[in-house]
């Protein structure tokens, strides 16, 4: 930047991210990674656009991937592209021409996230000598003591641990739910008198969905969800009472942490038999790992459903500090697998069928 005056920006995959490591960030020895700009050459901060303009005229910008547009028109010298693999391979194809005509430089840096963009373009660089690449594992940085190291090994997925500490470009390491396509029907489920069902409820918070579902206990199938979002509660307490009933009145686990405990609390009085699931970090984990074991063992079947088989192969494992997270992308919804994962909860075998294959449905409004 002091070299050669020019605009320079470091994208993350999320304007979010971008703010806390990068703009907000702090390294382990306590130092912000702003503060590596030396006082006296830096002109301006700005705190709104996370920019900082130099002495000489250069320009230093923090970037979300998610939102390329906002720099549309302008001529970028220089770009650091971190967590690559997460970010559309349309924010390189955007950049490269520009880099291409200003003689500017673009550097990668990411752990694998499967043989996606971060694999391509690592293969790219392999073969093109204008490119310079490097891989360093664990051993070979020395970042993590040993007794640590070991100690991951043994509580992490072993797919997971091999990408993230030995660089292993592995499809699916990171992912939560494997078997996805194998264990999706398209059957229309109804409600059928002679049939229970077991439900879960996750409540909307902020611009989240209230997701319904049920699954026949019988058969292990899940019915086709039903969700909707900015009703006012009561609206919803009518919708999740009939849908409720619809299902024979199953028995019901609902998200209750925070919003939820008034709601469930309205719901039993009005003769809903509703068991409260309280969000913790470590019930969240046993609640989706359930969700998990059942649909590896091939012991459920989901609905063919978009929005649903989307949020279930979007779930990442992600190391947090020293500890491994199972978390879809910032700014996506997790609504539809969280409610999924309620209406399951500790299934274990098919109830028996009773009476004939053919009977009647009941009919429903909802």
């Given amino acids: 930047m002091i ?4 605009t320079y920006y470091y994208f993350l995959p999320t304007y979010n991210q971008a703010k806390k490591v990068i703009w907000n960030g702090i390294d382990k020895s306590g130092m912000r990674f702003l503060d590596h700009f030396p006082k006296e050459l830096v002109k301006k901060q700005n705190e709104t656009e996370m920019k900082i303009e130099l002495v000489n005229g250069s320009v230093f910008q923090v970037v979300g991937a998610d939102n390329i547009d906002s720099i549309v028109g302008t001529n970028p010298i220089g770009v650091v592209l971190s967590e690559y693999p997460l970010m559309k391979p349309k924010v390189w194809e955007y950049l490269r021409p520009i880099l291409a005509e200003n003689g500017g430089w673009a550097v990668f840096v990411y752990t ?12 790219q660089a392999k073969e093109n000598k204008g490119w310079w690449w490097q891989v360093l594992t664990v051993d070979d940085t020395n970042a993590i003591p040993k007794e640590v190291l070991e100690q991951e090994r043994l509580e992490m997925p072993a797919d997971l641990f091999e990408q993230e500490y030995y660089v292993k470009f592995i499809d699916g390491a990171s992912s939560v739910f494997r078997k996805i396509d194998e264990n999706i029907h398209n059957e229309e ?5 002679n049939k229970k069902y077991q439900i879960g409820v996750d409540l909307a918070k902020y ?31 009518e919708n999740i009472i009939k849908f409720i009933r619809y299902w024979n009145s199953g028995t019901v686990y609902m998200d209750t942490t925070g919003l939820g405990d008034p709601i469930y609390d309205d719901l039993v009085k009005q003769g ?23 649909i ?4 459920i079947k989901i609905p063919n459903d978009e929005i649903l088989i989307n949020e279930l192969k ?41 009476g004939n294959d053919d009977l009647e449905e009941h009919e429903t409004d909802f």
């Fill in 314 to 354: 979007s779930f990442q494992y992600e190391l947090v500090g020293q500890k491994v997270k199972m978390r879809v992308p910032e700014g996506t919804h997790d609504d539809a697998v969280m409610s999924l994962a309620l209406a399951v909860w500790g299934l274990d075998k098919e109830l028996p069928l009773i």
């Fill in 189 to 193: 489920i109804k409600s059928d008198f």
């Fill in 207 to 237: 611009q989240d969905f209230t997701v319904l579902t049920a699954i026949d206990l019988h058969t292990f199938k899940v019915a086709k969800q039903e969700r909707f979002n900015k009703l006012d509660w009561n609206t919803q307490k």
């Fill in 272 to 294: 809903m038999g509703i068991e409260p699931f309280k969000f913790t970090e470590t019930s969240r984990e046993q609640l989706l790992n359930g969700l998990k074991i059942l």
């Fill in 296 to 299: 590896e063992q091939n012991k």
């Fill in 3 to 6: 070299e050669k005056v020019g």
């Fill in 112 to 123: 694998p996230r499967g043989k996606n963009e971060g694999w391509k373009v690592l293969q």
